[in-house]
């Protein structure tokens, strides 16, 4: 067990820096228990660890972690609650934004530094619903993941690793219901992931064009790692299907795809998921009445 304490020379909100790394309710390697702690697990150059974020009443974080990579998580702990977020050039052009702004003063985009953890999840999503992505999520990291080091909460695990990703055969793909595409994808991935980690350390477009060297990872995964690896201030998840719409109506009233999207968050480049950010922390979502997409169940297929 190793411990460290960190008092952010800055407004937090905890919950809302880590809510892009929680794949759901049920996510098997991010959890918060009754007393608002967050438990979090990865994998690390050292090995796989665990980690319990609180902060305390006087505005403390304290972190304890567990396993290997206890000191690599720990030693991490400031960026990955946003220390090393810079906001200072960001003007809000609409009213949305600014309002959603004032209304989220301890929003950060905090960055993991692991490229990994953050790819076979986003490789899940991939043109299926959340339902079946988080579904996914759970049973790879459920069969194919380690138990989480230390007294983590029952069902915690790890990411699975690349080598394990390596070992799984098409009838396990199957009944973990990932489809043929999204499973080359990660197989891929899994062959050159030590190669994808220097994405964190080039960051922006250029750490983005590294990681779409890989086939079956296109601009959204690649945005969407991103956003959680490095923290990337403009990376836009272009071709999502709620992230227009969302966009689209707390601006203008209206649905926008993503030529319009674009189009309307360009006064905030260089950091346009920021404003993205924002608008999804003030709660604008999808409208109710909108069109869904079917839940496929590929293991009856």
Known sequence: MRERTWRPPFPLDLAAVLAP???GRGDPCLRRDDAGVAWLTGNTPDGPATMAVHRRADGEV???AWGKGAEFLLERLPTLLGAADDDSG???HHEAVARARRGAPGLRLGATGRVWDVLVPAVLEQKVTGYEARRSWRELCRWFGEPAPGPAPDGMRVPPTPAAILSIVDWNWHRAGVDLTRRRAL?????VAHRLERAAVLCGAEGRLLLRKVPGIGPWTAAEVAQRAWGDPDAVSVGDFHIPVVVGHALLGRELDDAG?????APYAPQRQRAVRYLEAAGFSRPRFGPRHAVRDYRAM
């Open 62 to 64: 304290r972190a304890i």
């Open 261 to 265: 999207m674009l189009a309307e968050l």
């Open 21 to 23: 790394l929680r794949r």
């Open 90 to 92: 960001f003007v809000a």
């Open 187 to 191: 197989v891929a991935a899994a062959r």
